[in-house]
T-cell receptor, first 112, second 117 residues
């Protein structure tokens, strides 16, 4: 299964864009990149996913490099509520379910 | 709102005393998953149900069992909890990949934190 590498921690000022990088150099052609976040003592929350095109939704944007070996999650205007651990995940569909390979996560601290 | 519900949120059990954690969903999703998450670690998949079909991960200990009596409910049974089983247990669901391309997004519940005394 493809593995992901993320920086262990990042800081961001409130109101600024938070750019969270992820390397997934061993990703296969049919595997998707997913991002989830986990606020302390809660379940992971889905943010966004993509295959090879850039994606945007109401929460974030996902930029995937052309070779698909890395991606960046962008929170355009970070708030204190965005403080969480962000997981970059490679998802492989097995025929009965999606199998998520979690990275070690980036702890994002948003400050005033 | 459609959601994944886990009860209880906190569970305390004694060493060796069987315990059951429950998960229910109002999303009408076909697939349900159970994960174990230990402190400061990423979630680890234990098993999943595709409809009524049970799929175990190769490294899941026999001490962990699961039941899915209907689409909405799924249970995690720990037959003889050890101190090493203290963790957050997460339930997740996904619809099915049909109509969503070759992927299937998972939605997690809030988790049950298990303490073993």
């Amino acid at each position: 299964d493809a593995k992901t590498t993320q920086p262990p921690s990042m800081d961001c000022a409130e109101g600024r864009a938070a750019n969270l990088p992820c390397n997934h150099s061993t990703i296969s052609g049919n595997e998707y990149v997913y991002w989830y976040r986990q606020i302390h003592s809660q379940g992971p929350q889905y943010i966004i996913h993509g295959l090879k095109n850039n994606e945007t939704n109401e929460m974030a944007s996902l930029i995937i490099t052309e070779d698909r070996k890395s991606s960046t999650l962008i929170l355009p205007h970070a708030t204190l509520r965005d403080t969480a651990v962000y997981y970059c995940i490679v998802s492989r569909y097995t025929g009965t379910a999606s199998k998520l390979t979690f990275g070690t996560g980036t702890r994002l601290q948003v400050t005033l | 709102d459609a959601m994944v519900i886990q009860n209880p949120r906190y569970q305390v059990t004694q060493f060796g005393k069987p315990v059951t954690l429950s998960c229910s969903q109002t999303l009408n999703h076909n697939v349900m998953y159970w994960y174990q998450q230990k402190s400061s670690q990423a979630p680890k998949l234990l098993f999943h149900y595709y409809d009524k079909d049970f799929n175990n991960e190769a490294d899941t200990p026999d001490n962990f069992q699961s039941r899915r009596p209907n689409t909405s409910f799924c249970f995690l049974d720990i037959r003889s909890p050890g101190l090493g089983d203290a963790a957050m247990y997460l339930c997740a669901t996904s619809r099915d990949r049909f109509g969503t391309g070759n992927t299937d997004t998972q939605y997690f519940g809030p988790g049950t934190r298990l303490t073993v005394l």
